[in-house]
């Protein structure tokens, strides 16, 4: 596993994060959990969930596997995220997910799915971003984040108008890149953490394979391989985030 700097945080992610969208079998938490210790045991230290992913039930799988989760030298990072605009509903959120996931911080937590340059304004006015920052203060945050769907241009001016946060996660892969671009190159300049989501173009790149082959390299066995160096081979990229539903997908990546 390739491990790369989160910005200037002080922290190195795996290459590759594991993500909790697509977790296999939601009213049986076993085999959501059996996924996450395999994800661990590759050596994969982000983990990245939600509230509402898989039925309302991602946070509670993902607190049962950091309950149990194999032994590993290796630091373990947590992700989650709340759409809140509302200083009040984001800490009630981040309160709820704090006792889901049954931690004391959640590393990487995110104001999440900001849209468009409004929708951006009404966190800050609503208090979300302020409720984040003062989260951080008192140790329940480790790093304040943004996921994001907005265009390269306008993610830049976000963190240069904020420097107070620290990391992205954007829609970002071989096929879509240039719409974001702008935004990956400024995190890097401004010592920022992105991780890249849908990394396979939400399964278009390998439902297509024959339609993107020409992305492989010569020693690429297939799409999916090309897609995942694409995105690691990055500086600006500090992880993609694939969404495993099997333990056999964790072991191919």
């Not at 993500?19 to 661990?40: E, F, K």
């Not at 050596?43 to 590993?72: H, K, N, Q, V, W």
């Not at 911080?105 to 003062?134: E, N």
């Not at 995105?231 to 495993?244: K, M, Q, R, Y």
């Amino acid at each position: 596993m390739i491990y790369k700097d989160y910005g200037t945080t002080g922290k190195q992610l795996s290459a590759i994060g594991c993500g909790g969208m697509r977790l296999p079998n939601p009213a049986n938490p076993a085999d959501g959990v059996a996924v996450l210790h395999a994800a661990r045991r590759a050596g994969i230290t982000y983990f990245d969930t939600a509230p509402y992913y898989c039925d309302d039930r991602s946070e509670d799988i993902f607190g049962e596997a950091l309950r149990t989760m194999p032994p590993s030298p290796l630091p373990l990072y947590t992700s989650s995220k709340c759409s809140r605009p509302s200083g009040a509903d984001f800490r009630s959120s981040l309160e709820k997910s704090l006792a889901r996931l049954g931690v004391s911080q959640i590393t990487f937590f995110h104001l999440w799915c900001v849209m468009d340059p409004a929708d951006w304004k009404s966190r800050v006015a609503g208090g979300a971003l302020a409720a984040a920052l003062r989260a951080k203060e008192e140790g329940l945050i480790g790093h304040v984040c943004v996921s994001t769907h907005m265009n390269g241009a306008e993610i830049e001016q976000m963190l240069s108008d904020h420097p107070e946060i620290e990391g992205v996660t954007l829609g970002y892969c071989a096929i879509n890149f240039p719409y974001r671009r702008q935004g990956v190159e400024a995190a890097l300049r401004l010592g920022k953490g992105v991780v890249a989501m849908n990394p396979l173009g939400g399964g278009l790149i390998p439902q297509h394979s024959d339609v993107f082959d020409f992305i492989r390299a010569s020693g690429d066995p297939d799409v999916v391989t090309a897609a995942l160096r694409f995105l690691v081979s990055d500086p600006g990229i500090t992880a993609a985030l694939v969404g495993f539903s099997s333990v056999d997908q964790v072991a191919a990546a």
